[in-house]
């Protein structure tokens, strides 16, 4: 399960812990999950939509993470390959889901400004959702969100800028 953390992270001393870990200290391994964990349960939220799979999701990638540490090259370069790890683990928990069979209706429910924003954020293609989560809900910069996506700092400024577009389009001027 994951731990809940108010760590602020602190990218200069995500080196010192990844050769830590690296070596097989679980201390310092739990640490850099620590420091990375909203951003991570954010990236996995942006691809697959529900809370839960996303936990799972990171579940999955920090196994993975602790598993290909010793392999990893750029110990400065953690965040972004931790990152990278949960946005392909949630792609394997969106492949693996299957499709439930709703067999009662349910009755509408009102929405608040908070489930029209969520279901807005739903509508943006993947790429674009996480590029805005991680920039609104994370502080994220172009470049941090760029490595996620393996793309230019510019191609994730474009995509913002048409996120943004498309959001006010779909929720109005407000």
């Known amino acids: 399960m994951l731990r809940q953390s108010h760590t602020i992270h602190d990218a200069a001393a995500d080196p010192v812990l990844v050769r830590k870990a690296a070596d097989g200290d679980t201390v310092a391994f739990g640490q850099l999950a620590d420091r990375n964990e909203r951003a991570a349960l954010s990236v996995a939220y942006a691809v697959l939509g529900d809370a839960d799979l996303a936990a799972d999701a990171v579940q999955d990638a920090l196994l993975k993470a602790w598993r290909a540490l010793p392999n990893l090259e750029a110990p400065a370069a953690f965040r972004g390959w931790l990152l990278r790890t949960v946005r392909n683990a949630a792609h394997d928990v969106h492949r693996r889901r299957r499709p ?75």
């Open 100 to 174: 439930t069979m709703r067999l009662v209706s349910e009755p509408p429910v009102e929405t608040s400004p908070d489930t029209e924003v969520a279901e807005a954020l739903a509508r943006l293609d993947e790429p674009t959702r996480l590029a805005v989560t991680m920039r609104y809900y994370e502080g994220a910069s172009s470049a941090d969100i760029a490595v996620v996506l393996d793309c230019s700092p510019a191609a994730v400024d474009m995509r913002l800028s048409r996120g943004r577009k498309q959001l006010k389009e779909m929720l109005g001027d407000d």
